[in-house]
């Protein structure tokens, strides 16, 4: 924090939030939507987002699905949490691989353990976010998965054809495993079926839609 103390520090934060990382565009589009009546979705959140949202919904904790490291949007994000009383937990995974399995418990168990209202983002509010969003459908609302994984979506902005889609993948081959294996829930499958190296080997995406994601869009 402690590039916040200076003038000069506080403004490269600024535009580096603003323009490096899209705030810019954030602010026109936030991607918010509602989980259930304690639980929220969007992209990177503004201080004053967080503060509007912690009026309207008594917001308790951010998940983030970003690092917490030394750039501006993570520092001011971190500033208005510390101002407002909001729990900040930062949850890095990626929009780009298949996911870890200890990333997925440890998800289950921020989930579980949260203060709510919540407010689950990543820097788009698309992949990773949507990601989270399915584990808090099923895991805390309890929702079958085939519903759950609708937080991954077109209507979020998520591209199931570019190397995103290795997140629609993940879902789609424990559903493959299920209809030969009924009786194996998720999260045995998880632990004692799923091969990350394997299923990354038979995943294949689409060149204009990486190009979209990576070059047009730029999601981390």
């Given at each position: 924090?402690?590039?916040?103390?200076?003038?000069?520090?506080?403004?490269?934060?600024?535009?580096?939030?603003?323009?490096?990382?899209?705030?810019?565009l954030?602010i026109?589009?936030?991607?918010?939507?509602?989980?259930?009546?304690?639980?929220?979705?969007?992209?990177?959140?503004?201080?004053?987002?967080?503060?509007?949202?912690?009026a309207?919904?008594?917001?308790?904790?951010?998940i983030?699905?970003?690092?917490?490291?030394?750039?501006?949007q993570?520092?001011?994000?971190?500033?208005?949490?510390?101002?407002?009383?909001?729990?900040?937990?930062?949850?890095?995974?990626?929009?780009r691989?298949?996911?870890d399995?200890?990333?997925?418990?440890?998800?289950?168990q921020?989930?579980?353990?949260?203060?709510?209202?919540?407010?689950?983002?990543?820097?788009?509010?698309?992949?990773?976010a949507?990601?989270?969003?399915?584990?808090?459908?099923?895991?805390?609302?309890?929702?079958?998965?085939?519903?759950?994984?609708?937080?991954?979506?077109?209507?979020?902005?998520?591209?199931?054809?570019?190397?995103?889609?290795?997140?629609?993948?993940?879902?789609?081959?424990?559903?493959?495993?299920q209809?030969?294996h009924?009786?194996?829930?998720?999260?045995?499958?998880?632990?004692?079926?799923?091969?990350?190296?394997?299923?990354?080997?038979?995943?294949?995406?689409?060149?204009?839609?990486?190009?979209?994601?990576?070059k047009?869009?730029?999601?981390?």
């Amino acid at each position: 924090m402690e590039r916040l103390t200076t003038r000069w520090g506080r403004l490269l934060a600024y535009l580096e939030a603003w323009f490096v990382d899209h705030e810019v565009l954030r602010i026109m589009y936030r991607n918010f939507y509602r989980l259930s009546d304690r639980a929220f979705r969007s992209n990177h959140p503004s201080a004053a987002f967080l503060a509007k949202l912690q009026a309207k919904r008594g917001l308790k904790t951010v998940i983030s699905l970003r690092r917490a490291d030394a750039s501006g949007q993570y520092l001011l994000e971190k500033e208005a949490c510390d101002k407002l009383g909001i729990k900040l937990i930062n949850h890095p995974m990626s929009s780009r691989s298949l996911p870890d399995v200890d990333k997925v418990l440890e998800a289950k168990q921020i989930l579980e353990n949260a203060e709510y209202p919540i407010l689950i983002h990543c820097k788009s509010g698309a992949d990773r976010a949507g990601l989270m969003s399915v584990f808090y459908k099923h895991f805390i609302e309890h929702q079958p998965l085939e519903q759950a994984v609708e937080q991954l979506g077109m209507k979020y902005g998520h591209f199931r054809w570019a190397d995103t889609g290795k997140l629609d993948f993940f879902f789609d081959s424990f559903f493959a495993y299920q209809k030969t294996h009924p009786d194996v829930d998720f999260l045995t499958w998880l632990q004692t079926v799923y091969d990350k190296p394997a299923l990354n080997a038979q995943f294949k995406s689409s060149g204009w839609a990486n190009i979209v994601v990576n070059k047009i869009l730029h999601r981390e």
